[in-house]
């Protein structure tokens, strides 16, 4: 469902590749408060989400303009190891010449490693682009930040199904070991009406990955958990404040 114009807006209006290490140090964490958890999901206890809010969201367009489509974008905070959530999602496409919104999170001058790969397997990167945290931002994706092809690896698809009783106006997945949130999977036009369910695509590392889920709603509400994602994960079923985790 759409966003309406009486959404709260923030204050300010495959492959190897996927798989790799971004940066050898681990932030340390801090306690997440006043969440309502995930039904069935460890609380989360990672530094990324313990300031979530709408006013730390910045909205950010994606441009394409590498003269093919665009079929999966990934936007993991600088200094993560793992890339996270796929901001496409597998439920849509990004076609040369258009663009897209989504909201990242940001704590000042944020910097964002930025990966797109298009429909052949070709993928571009931006290292270390920075999101200013007072302006609305726009990355331009193009040919010159081609880096060749790579082989997909296995994807796996967290299905979040919304039971809170509310609508989810923002939702993220983001590895446990970074220090931002990363991007609103919803898109900057979109909500998670409350009995609807949205799918959610990583990648499949070799190692078990903590992926903490957090959601907020239009009165302020949190839910939060941890999705362990395994090397045999390829599908995973969240509700969200639901007594029932599958």
């Known amino acids: 469902m759409s966003r309406t114009?009486?959404?709260?807006?923030?204050?300010?209006?495959?492959?190897?590749?996927?798989?790799?290490?971004?940066?050898?140090?681990?932030?340390?964490?801090?306690?997440?408060?006043?969440?309502?958890?995930?039904?069935?999901v460890p609380a989360p206890s990672s530094a990324g989400a313990g300031d979530l809010a709408p006013e730390r969201l910045e909205p950010?367009?994606?441009?394409?303009?590498?003269?093919?489509?665009i079929v999966h974008l990934f936007a993991s905070p600088r200094g993560a190891r793992y890339w996270g959530a796929d901001a496409l999602g597998g439920r849509r496409r990004l076609p040369t010449g258009a663009e897209v919104d989504f909201y990242l999170h940001v704590?000042?001058?944020?910097?964002?490693?930025?990966?797109?790969?298009?429909?052949?397997?070709?993928?571009?990167?931006?290292?270390?682009?920075?999101?200013?945290?007072?302006?609305?931002?726009?990355?331009?994706?193009?040919?010159?930040?081609?880096e060749g092809g790579y082989d997909h690896p296995p994807l796996a698809t967290v299905e979040v199904v919304n039971r809170s009783g509310r609508d989810i106006w923002y939702l993220f997945l983001a590895a446990r070991d970074s220090t931002l949130a990363g991007i609103d999977v919803l898109g900057a036009d979109a909500i998670?009406?409350?009995?609807?369910?949205?799918?959610?695509?990583?990648?499949?590392?070799?190692?078990?990955?903590?992926?903490?889920?957090?959601?907020l709603d239009a009165h302020d509400g949190r839910y939060a958990g941890i999705v362990e994602i395994t090397p045999s994960t390829r599908k995973r079923t969240v509700e969200v404040g639901a007594a029932v985790f599958r």
Do not use: C
């Open 192 to 215: 998670l009406e409350t009995r609807e369910t949205v799918s959610i695509v990583v990648p499949v590392t070799g190692e078990t990955v903590g992926y903490e889920l957090v959601g």
């Open 107 to 146: 704590d000042g001058l944020s910097s964002y490693d930025i990966l797109a790969v298009d429909h052949v397997g070709d993928a571009y990167l931006l290292w270390d682009h920075r999101i200013p945290d007072d302006a609305a931002a726009r990355v331009e994706i193009g040919a010159t930040h081609l």
């Open 5 to 40: 114009a009486t959404r709260r807006l923030p204050a300010a209006a495959a492959t190897l590749l996927w798989l790799l290490v971004l940066a050898p140090s681990v932030p340390s964490a801090r306690p997440v408060p006043n969440a309502t958890p995930v039904a069935g």
């Open 60 to 69: 950010v367009t994606f441009a394409n303009r590498t003269g093919r489509e």
